[in-house]
């Protein structure tokens, strides 16, 4: 037998066991694809493209299968770029880094504006949460802890105006 008719092992296997071989699963469509994905999580029509592209999907069907899922409510920028806002707000991030993270997916500045006007919250008080969970609930007293504070805060993405805020204890407008 040439390798082009031998049986497969799975096949084989399945012979001997008396039962019937597997039937190969079709391969994917570029819809199904992109579906696969957003059932995940949200993604970006940007990223969603570069995905696909990524797993062999032809780059001109990629932005179809993404364009028929956008029409049809399957993707949709606004809704993934909220998800994104909530879900690094909850892990203490703080609105510059979201911005730049919404830039690199694609988002234009409005759509960037937007989404980081759908916090409800204060950006202030998320910074002192963060350093209290950081740092403890005590002011920060000594020079090296506020520096440390005002670092994780700067890495994080807050602006000067809430560093300061946090560092000098400042109460809530």
């Not at 694609?106 to 002192?128: I, M, N, P, T, Y």
């Amino acid at each position: 037998m040439d390798e082009h008719n031998a049986p497969d092992v799975s096949d084989v296997a399945a012979a001997e066991q008396g039962t019937r071989p597997r039937r190969r699963r079709p391969e994917p469509t570029p819809v199904q694809r992109a579906l696969s994905l957003l059932v995940r999580r949200e993604h970006s029509r940007k990223e969603l493209t570069r995905k696909l592209t990524a797993r062999g999907v032809q780059a001109e069907e990629a932005r179809a299968a993404v364009e028929r899922l956008a029409g049809e409510g399957w993707q949709d920028d606004a809704r993934f770029a909220e998800s994104l806002v909530r879900s690094r707000v909850a892990a203490g991030y703080g609105p510059r880094y979201i911005q730049v993270e919404l830039e690199t997916h694609g988002l234009d500045a409005a759509q960037v504006d937007k989404a980081l006007a759908s916090f409800e919250g204060d950006w202030r008080e998320l910074a002192r949460d963060l350093v209290a969970r950081r740092f403890g609930p005590e002011r920060l007293e000594d020079l090296s802890a506020q520096r440390k504070a005002a670092d994780l805060l700067l890495r994080r993405g807050f602006d000067g105006e809430a560093v300061r805020a946090v560092l000098r204890g400042l109460p809530e407008d």
